[in-house]
């Protein structure tokens, strides 16, 4: 490029405007060219305030730490005891959240399974039904009761350990499901009862309940139908977490699995990942509020999902109160998503490894997220389980090293007291002071 | 005949009484009294037993049927034979919306009438209405039978996949995708053959078939404003 033009005054210097980015223009061509909105898997990509801007304090003179490797750090969980005479036991409080038969190939829900029940952990359904693989290879399976249906039939209800009413997700509250023709092989057909290789659509509502006076009702029918016997779990997307959690209980639920914006979905649209739904840091303390202010923290269970990764956020989602966790996304990878090693063929889907969300178009290059025989082939559901279990263990380990480090002999001794924040954002959202201050935006009694 | 008081044991003891029934239990012959509209009764039965409810029903009446065979003898509340995957329940008075819900086989047959979103994501059930039928029924229909002796509310069959609906009266108006639809002679036998089942009396040449017109199965910008 010349730098004076040719009456010799200079140019200036080329800006690329911050409202219409280079992302922004290429959304924009895309919708000119098909018509139709964009549609992902993954969750919110945009940064938004997170666990990330937590810190942990460490014990000093006044808190004295756990030795490492010497004095027990607990990391158990009893989730569903109020209501169930079944409730489910697990070894670690981290849990593999519902991610559906259709989205996911059958191998990798065998993956899943095997990896949660060597790590001591429950696994979950999703929509399109129980596969044979999933339950065979979980120890411990927590049904999905989702609007759709897909594949609901009583003879699997009473299979499962727990049962989770899908009221909503994270990365689209209020929003349906969607699985397109091209992933739609015989057998996902044929589970959902419906001719393959067309679009589709779950619906956004439960079909016969609308309301927490019905809610109420629904659990009952389910309890009646399973004896009482196993924990219902109710899912809702972090959307208005105080009120949301305070009626999931009024009707009845054993825990409650709450969801921010950061969580996974197999495909919605970007317009809903990216702007509708609270941060995963914003919707831990409301919730919690709820449940303290009913009298049942701790007695139903807080299960926190979305953008969940390591050891860290694990402890700080418990330090806020939350009873233990759930995973999709980081499970997926540790299975081999988005591995750098199938670079040259994100390449030529027009993506980067990391980068890689079309999932719902079904030719995943790990073979995970597609129902491509041969793409499926690539896929080694044991290595897959070990790699699991692993990654599981590591995150035990690293929310142990934190807790012990916070002279704790449990993980749910973890406290925001524990806590600092980095930023006032985060201060405001998870209720814990700024770090070097004692401060938080909204401290009850401080005027601000 | 085995009777349950439904006040008197309570819901939990009458629900366990008949799913502790075997497949091949010798009492195959069982009674309800007074339901008062409790919710959730005779759900999640999986014998060949005859259950009667004397009296009305709450919500969820007989959901997740299966084999069982119950008969409600008054009016059935919301949701009832949601989920229904085989046997057949009979209706005597009227129920009220989301009849079989998402049922999946088996019969729902109702004497009165059937409110709003009769046969919601229906997935293989046949249910067959004597009366008429509310606004927004077989919504998402996926497959098996509706079908309608008197008349259908608004938004018949919206967005349905491949169920079939089969309507003796006036449709007041079609949901998005559905349409009127040629009667061949095997729909005739068919309609026929789920009259039968059902013991109900109509000419099923009379009856007007509708179902998808395929047009929304696979998204198309140019039908966006049917979405
Ligand atoms: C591939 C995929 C499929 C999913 N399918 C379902 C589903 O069927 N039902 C559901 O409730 N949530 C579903 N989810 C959401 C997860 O249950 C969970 O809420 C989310 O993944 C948690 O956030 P994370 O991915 O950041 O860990 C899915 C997520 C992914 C990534």
Redesign the pocket.
């Known amino acids: 490029m010349n730098s004076h033009d040719s009456k010799g005054i200079p140019h200036t210097t080329p800006r690329q405007s911050a409202t219409f980015t280079q992302d922004v223009n290429s959304d924009i061509r895309r919708a000119a060219a098909t018509g139709i909105y964009d549609i992902r898997?993954g969750?919110a990509k945009r940064k938004v305030p997170s666990f990330d801007d937590l810190l942990f304090m460490g014990a000093s003179i006044s808190r004295y730490p756990l030795e490492g490797y010497r004095e027990k750090c607990e990391t158990s969980v009893t989730i569903g005891g109020l209501h169930a005479s079944n409730p489910i036991e697990l070894d670690i409080p981290i849990t593999i959240?519902?991610?559906?038969f259709g989205?996911?190939s059958g191998p990798a829900k065998e993956a899943l399974g095997r990896g949660a029940s060597a790590a001591g952990t429950s696994t979950t359904t999703?929509?399109g039904g129980m596969t044979p693989e999933e339950r065979g290879h979980s120890s411990k399976l927590v049904y999905?009761y989702?609007p759709s249906r897909y594949g609901m039939n009583p003879n699997d209800l009473r299979k499962a350990d727990a049962i989770e009413i899908?009221v909503g997700?994270?990365?689209k509250p209020g929003g349906g499901g969607m699985l397109l023709g091209q992933k739609i092989s015989d057998r996902v057909a044929e589970m959902r009862n419906l001719p393959k290789g067309i679009d589709q659509r779950s619906a956004c509502r439960h079909p016969d309940w609308t309301g927490p006076d019905d809610l109420e009702i629904k659990i009952l029918e389910l309890r009646e139908i399973t004896g009482w016997k196993v924990p219902i779990y109710v899912?809702v997307a972090g959307a208005r977490p105080y009120y949301d959690t305070t009626l999931a209980v009024k009707a009845g639920a054993d825990a409650v699995v709450l969801?921010g914006m950061?969580?996974?979905?197999?495909a919605t649209q970007d317009v809903f990942i990216e702007h509708v739904g609270l941060p995963t840091l914003a919707i831990v303390r409301p919730a919690v509020q709820a449940l303290q202010d009913l009298g049942m923290h701790r007695k139903v269970q807080l299960i926190l999902?979305?953008?969940?990764r390591s050891g860290a956020d694990v402890a700080k989602a418990m330090a806020l109160g939350a009873d233990a966790v759930?995973?999709?996304?980081?499970a997926?990878i540790a299975l081999g998503d988005n591995d750098p090693k199938w670079e040259s063929e994100y390449n030529k889907l027009g993506t980067t490894a990391g980068a890689y969300d079309d999932?719902h178009e079904g030719m995943d290059p790990a073979g995970i997220?597609t129902q491509d025989p041969d793409l499926m082939a690539r896929f080694d559901p044991i290595e897959g389980g070990r790699r699991l279990k692993n990654y599981l263990k590591v995150m035990t380990l690293e929310a142990q090293t934190i807790a012990r480090a916070c002279g704790k002999n449990h993980l749910h001794n973890l406290e925001p007291e524990d806590l600092v924040a980095l930023t006032m954002e985060a201060a405001a959202m998870a209720r814990v002071p700024l770090a070097g201050t004692e401060w938080y935006p909204g401290k009850p009694g401080t005027g601000y | 005949m085995q009777t349950l008081d439904l006040q008197e044991i309570g819901l939990r003891e009458v629900n366990a009484t008949l799913h502790a029934q075997a497949e091949n239990t010798n009492q195959t012959a069982w009674e309800i009294v007074n339901p008062k509209g409790a919710h959730a009764i005779a759900c999640g039965l999986d014998a060949p037993i005859e259950v009667t409810v004397r009296g009305s029903t709450g919500y969820y009446c007989a959901g997740m049927n299966q084999q069982a065979t119950v008969n409600i003898a008054g009016s059935a509340g919301p949701g009832t034979g949601e989920n229904i995957m085989s046997g057949k329940i009979v209706i005597e008075g009227d129920a009220s919306q989301y009849l079989g819900a998402t049922g999946h086989g088996g019969m729902i047959v109702v004497k009165g009438n059937a409110s709003s979103r009769c046969g919601i994501s229906m997935k293989g059930v046949n249910i067959v209405v004597q009366g008429n039928i509310g606004h927004m029924s077989a919504f998402m229909g996926q497959s098996g039978n509706l079908v309608v002796c008197g008349d259908a509310g608004d938004a018949l069959g919206d967005s349905c996949y491949e169920a079939r609906f089969f309507v003796r009266g006036s449709v007041k108006s079609l949901g998005a995708d559905c349409v009127k639809k040629e009667m061949r002679p095997e729909h005739l036998e068919l309609l026929k053959s789920l009259l039968d089942e059902a013991g109900i009396d109509a000419d099923p040449s009379e009856f007007t078939r509708y179902g998808s017109a395929r047009n929304l199965y696979n998204f198309d910008v140019d039908n966006a404003g049917a979405y």
């Open positions: 898997g969750g959240a519902g991610m559906s989205a996911l999703g929509d999905q989702l899908v997700q994270g990365a899912k969801d950061q969580g996974g979905t197999a999902s979305g953008g969940i759930a995973i999709g996304t980081a997926l999932w997220t």
